[in-house]
């Protein structure tokens, strides 16, 4: 009897143990979207770090396409395109938002200076690069101490002798400047600061194949190799980073399927954490595209390629933890959420949260 009962106390005590133990808190997603369906703005969303499983949908600010956000390390403010060609006589806009107690309260919203601005970033001391696509140009502007626009320089991509249109699709800081792929111009433009403002850097262009298209890139930690997305070809290039600061093309890989037939026009890219993993998304093959990354020579093996399980995926995200990559379905309004193995790279389908034309995933 008494082995009995001890035994009972012990499963009673490993109960509580269990039942009481603290569960991993369920991670926060900012959804930015198209506007022209059934979403009004920016959302959020929560991801459970256990099951994949996507919930607590709310409406977080009204804005018309705030297509793609950039959190800032603080997580104190949000920064969100107006992809539009009519916020003024330029074109679109950008809006800043404070984060308190996880409302979104405007703080200013500028002009971007071009048509159509469709991606935004933020440099570690305190400006943000506004990439505006139909008006072929970047805004960079300078920011206030309480979060809010303040003055805004362009730069121009189309020179007077250009027979190119420029598309600026992405814009990003390093220390080594500012980084901007321009899919009209085919080509990776650069830009160093000086007391009066960016102008071009000593490798001004990175120049890829006509109609490649350059469209989003990343950079490794040391930022040795660059990943460029091509849109219009479907192709992944890497640059490597000589001595003296400048990168040179080392490798160009398909993202498609060599049975694939049809239309295909590449998204996004993103490297994983430990900078193992390569994924690319592919708009038309709708697939996320996998590769492994030689950490000394930076160049690519394909692992395989998983379906995006919709349509037309955009803008998509790695979960902190590394273990789920969320996709943002723009067609099929859906965003797709994958269990990752973090040892092969490899993607599992997990489930699927139905919302109007998601465009950017940002976590925060």
Not at 59 to 78: H, I, M, Q, R, V
Not at 128 to 151: E, H, I, K, P
Not at 222 to 231: G, R, V
Not at 313 to 333: E, M
Request: glycine residues 10%.
């Amino acid at each position: 009897m008494k082995n009995s009962r001890n035994l009972l106390i012990i499963a009673l005590l490993f109960c509580i143990t269990s039942c009481t133990q603290k569960k991993e808190p369920w991670m926060k997603l900012y959804v930015g979207t198209y506007t022209d369906g059934s979403s009004e703005g920016i959302y959020t969303l929560k991801l459970n770090p256990e099951t994949g499983e996507l919930d607590s949908l709310e409406l977080k600010a009204k804005l018309p396409n705030p297509s793609f956000l950039a959190l800032s390390t603080e997580k104190d403010y949000l920064y969100a395109v107006q992809e539009t060609a009519d916020f003024d006589s330029l074109g679109g806009g950008v809006t800043a938002f404070s984060i308190k107690d996880g409302i979104l309260t405007e703080l200013n919203s500028k002009g971007s200076g071009g048509a159509h601005p469709c991606h935004v970033s933020l440099s570690e001391n305190s400006q943000l690069a506004v990439s505006n696509y139909t008006g072929g140009n970047v805004a960079v502007f300078d920011l206030n101490d309480d979060g809010s626009l303040g003055d805004r320089q362009l730069l121009n991509h189309n020179p007077k002798d250009s027979t190119g249109i420029a598309h600026a699709h992405k814009a990003v800081f390093t220390e080594d400047g500012l980084f901007v792929a321009d899919l009209g111009l085919d080509a990776v433009k650069r830009y160093g600061k000086q007391p009066y403002g960016w102008i071009p850097a000593h490798q001004a262009s990175l120049d890829l194949k006509e109609g490649a298209g350059p469209r989003h890139f990343t950079f490794t930690t040391d930022q040795s190799f660059l990943y460029l997305i091509n849109e219009l070809n479907s192709t992944i290039t890497v640059f490597q980073r000589d001595d003296e600061g400048s990168y040179n093309p080392v490798q160009t890989e398909s993202t498609l399927d060599a049975n694939f037939e049809g239309e295909s026009f590449c998204a996004d890219i993103h490297l994983s954490a430990d900078g193992k993993y390569l994924y690319g998304s592919n708009r038309g093959e709708n697939t996320i595209v996998i590769f492994t990354v030689d950490k000394t020579s930076g160049q690519l093996s394909l692992v395989g390629r998983e379906s995006v399980q919709g349509d037309w995926p955009r803008n998509f995200t790695i979960s902190p933890d590394g273990n789920f990559v969320l996709v943002a379905n723009q067609k099929s309004n859906n965003i797709s959420v994958f269990k990752r193995n973090q040892e092969l790279g490899t993607l599992e389908f997990s489930n699927q949260f139905a919302i109007g034309a998601p465009v950017c995933l940002v976590f925060n």
